[in-house]
Structures are given as structure tokens and as C-alpha cells.
């Protein structure tokens, strides 16, 4: 190989090696200084502090953490706080998404889980709603119950309304659709599986926590349509908590 | 004397003259920059700059599988298996779903008296779920070597599930406890223990179960 083909062959390898350990946003310290953590939380030891005016590039970023590597090669984890707090390249304050009560009122995807009790048998639920405005949304919902006597799942839709959302704790009402499968224990002798169709309504109470994370509670009161001669009627009640993007 | 005067008058008039062409000159030369338009001193004909950020890679998910014995209460220990899911939502909590999935040996009364099996070989099949809520307890690093330092966190975590053993769906709370080591950014191996606790009456008597297993991991985070 010809002297000036390999130069630009090893330019070249450096150039690429050098954007592939660098790719990310490049950013110049306004403050004093900034510091390094070993690792993506206040637990990890500060073992580095660069001083003001110096780059840094930001590769990843975990929770309110980001990973950044200085000028000299030194790599570790900056808090979001003292990240938000230098420059980019044209002199504009670094701005960062940092999730707040605001972000919360503007949320339109929410995911949650959820611990109760249906009819004397445990239920364990799962969600996603997608919000249309803050006051209405609608919300697919899992649930797996099991009981000492019998077990089963139930799945549904729901269209909730929340007048008040920016309360802090906020009422919200639910009116849904949906199927219930039950069937008995092995243990017990009968064996009468059933899938029926239910409706419900319900109550709940809804509020911000912190960063991305909410708390609800609610209750809902079912009518099952049974294919006996009358309709079953079931009360559920159940809490836990919920993240929004 | 009289030629001196002549001169004297001469010179006067050389000089009345050089200045009337000095001024005129000069006088035109503002009128001829007043004609012209006013020009911008510089066009400048670089437009600005428009810098988009790129955009930082945000990795709170974590998902992987695991690997490791679990003994179930009665039924000895056997290999476990399962994946797992995990959402960091702060740098202190997580949230996480695992699934898993063993076959359970023999009671020690099956062995000893011989007899019938108690269950059926489908019904040795023993699986579950949970959700739960994890915290970073305490967070550190380890070093191997001279050269290497690793991150590493030791958290506990509690939640509810549902365990299918023996054609039957048990709810079930977990408890445990784990060790997570970041062996480079986005790739983390995960050493833990936990115990899945249900209600159970297949051996006649209702009675709180614990089934203890130990696993080893292998996450990426995304």
C-alpha cells in the first residue's frame, strides 16, 4: 500500500474510532466545576472534577444521570442538576428533560399495576392509558385473580374521567367493559368454568408522587352476565402505583 | 521695491487661488460621496448556524434472562429459568417483572413409600410471575484487578405474583434480594436470591409455602 493511501486509511480509522467512543451532545462547563460519579447515583464516589470551560461530551443518560467523557478521557456519571448547568457549543444553557409535576399534567401515556381484593379473591392488574386531554383517557387493563376456592382472569377497557386533574389529589370516574374467566381449584371437585361478559363502574382517587411516579386507588363495582337465571354482582377494590412517559 | 510688492501680490494670489481649487476640490469630493448610496460596511453572507442537539440515549429499561436452582417447598430443588423485565424509574427505585419456570421432583414420601405419585408429570410443572418494587440499597464499586473497577449495587425488592403448580394458580408475594454488577454501560449481570411464598394444601394440610431460589443473570440495558 502507497504511503499518502495508508495515512488516509489511518486518519480515517482514528476519525471513526475517535466518534464511536465520543458520539453524543458536546457541552462546555459554565459553573466552577462539575463531578464525576463512579457510578449512575449520589451513592457512587466522586473520583473526578472537571474545572469551567471544559468540553464535555454526554453519551447515555440512566434515570437523572448522565454518562460523560471529558476532553482528557476521563469517563463517569453527572447529575442531571449540575448537567443543566453548562453550555452548548452555541453558548445556550444545556436544556435537560427532567420529569416534573408539569410533565405529569401533560402526560398522555400512562402504565401501572395495581393490588386488590375482587370478591374475596386476590387480583393483581395491570394498565395502560393513553391520555387525551387531562380530564379523559382511555385504559386497557389485565387482571389475574386468584382466590382460595377459585382462580381466573378478567380483561377490559375503560374510558375514565378526571374533572380536576391539576388537584393534587384528583377524583377520577370509570365506566368499562369487559370479559371474566373463573374457574375452580383442582382440589375442589366441581369443575364449572366459566367466560362471562361484565360492566362496571367506579371511583378512584389519583396522585402525583415524585418524578415519574403517581399513586391511585379506586374502587369498582361489577355486573357479571351470568348465563344462570340472575346476574352476579361483584365489588373490587385495589391501589398500587403508576410511571408516565 | 516695487517688484518685491508685485511678488508679494503674486504669492497672495497664488495662494487665495490654491486654496479656492483646495476648497473646490474638496468641496466636490463631499459631493461627490453624498451622491452615493450609504453601503452596509460588510454584507455578511453567512447565514447562522443551526445546531440540533443530538439527542442523548435515555436507557432506563433493563431486560434479560436468568439461570439458577430453586427449591420448592416438599418437591426438592431443580433447575429454574426465566426472563426478566425492568423499568428504573429513579436512581433509587425500579420496577420489575420476572416469569419463570422449573419441573419439581418427587415428595420424600413418594420415594420412601413407593407409592402412587401424587402428581402427574404435567402437573410437576411449576411457573410464575411477578411484579415487583425494587430499591438500590447500596450502591459501590468493586475492583478486579489493578486495572478494572466495576459498579456495582446490592438491592431488595418485594411484590406480588402468581405461581401455576399443580393445575392450579396460587397468589403469591415475593421477597429478595440481589446483586447487580455493570460489566460495561449497557450490560449488567445480576446474582440473586428470592422466595416466592404461597398458600398451599396439595399435601393435605393448608399450609404457607417457601420456595427459595438462587439465580444468575445476564440484563442489557435499552
New interface residues.
Partial sequence: MSRPIFLIVLTFLCLSAAAYGKSGRTVVIADPYIELHTGPGSGYPIFHVADRGEQLTVTRRRTNWFKVITDDDKQGWVNADQLTRTLDLDGEPTRIRKSVRGDYLERNIEVGFQLGDFDGANAISAYAAYLFTGNLSVELWGTDLSGNFSSGWMTNINLVHQPYPDWFVSPYFVLGTGIVHIEPKATLVQADTRTDQEAHVGFGLRTYLSERFLIRAEYRSYVVFTKRDSNEEVNEWKAGFAFFF | MESRIRIFLLRSALITLGAFVLGGCAGRQVAVSSDDEPEAVIQPEVSR?E?K????????FEIGAYYGIKSVEDFETNAVYGVRLA???????F?EGTYGRTDVGKTSFEKLSGGAPLLTSSQRKYSYYD?S?GY?L????IFIGKNH?F?V?LYVLAG???TNF??????TFVIGSGYRM?LV??LAMHLGVRDHMF?S??LGKSKVTHNIEMTLGLTV?F
Fill in positions: 448556524r445546531i442537539p443530538a439527542k442523548i440515549d435515555t436507557e432506563d423499568y428504573h424509574v429513579s436512581e433509587n427505585f420496577v411484579l418494587a438500590n447500596l450502591p459501590g464499586e473497577a459498579s449495587a406480588v405474583g402468581n399443580a393445575d392450579d394458580d396460587n397468589f455493570l454501560d449497557w398458600n394444601d396439595l440495558f
